[in-house]
């Protein structure tokens, strides 16, 4: 019973960047993994990045080398940096959160049993 909260979404030109936060409560970060998926109108819910309990991490190849996951334990925070952002990353943002969860499974949405509300990032052309 993890509850999850977004922030950090808006409106950026091409090119900008952007910081999405994640705040958590429960033991997510003790084990299972967390992640970042995004959704745009009319399409269904895509992967991101994912984090696992013992800080490896996964990204969709259309985000590798511009975004990075991570996590601080302390403050029980997950956060994206999002850096060269382009039109094609416009969508709804979501993170999730499975107290257990398979290394073969962590892409797929359906892995994860707890959900944010989502926080918009809309990029210009």
């Known amino acids: 019973q993890v509850q999850l909260v977004e922030s950090g979404g808006g409106l950026v030109q091409t090119g900008s960047s952007l910081r999405l936060s994640c705040t958590t409560s429960g033991s997510t970060f003790s084990s299972g993994a967390m992640a970042w998926f995004r959704q745009a109108p009319g399409k269904e819910r895509e992967f991101v990045a994912a984090i696992k309990w013992n800080g490896y991490t996964y990204y969709a190849d259309s985000v590798k080398g511009r975004f990075t996951i991570s996590r601080d334990k302390t403050k029980n925070t997950l956060s994206l940096q999002m850096n060269s952002l382009e039109p094609e990353d416009t969508a709804a943002h979501y993170c999730?959160?499975?107290?257990?969860?398979?290394?073969?499974?962590?892409?797929?949405?359906?892995?994860?049993?707890?959900w944010g509300q989502g926080t918009q990032v809309t990029v210009s052309s």
């Open positions: 999730a959160a499975s107290r257990t969860v398979i290394q073969s499974a962590l892409r797929q949405s359906t892995a994860y049993n707890s």
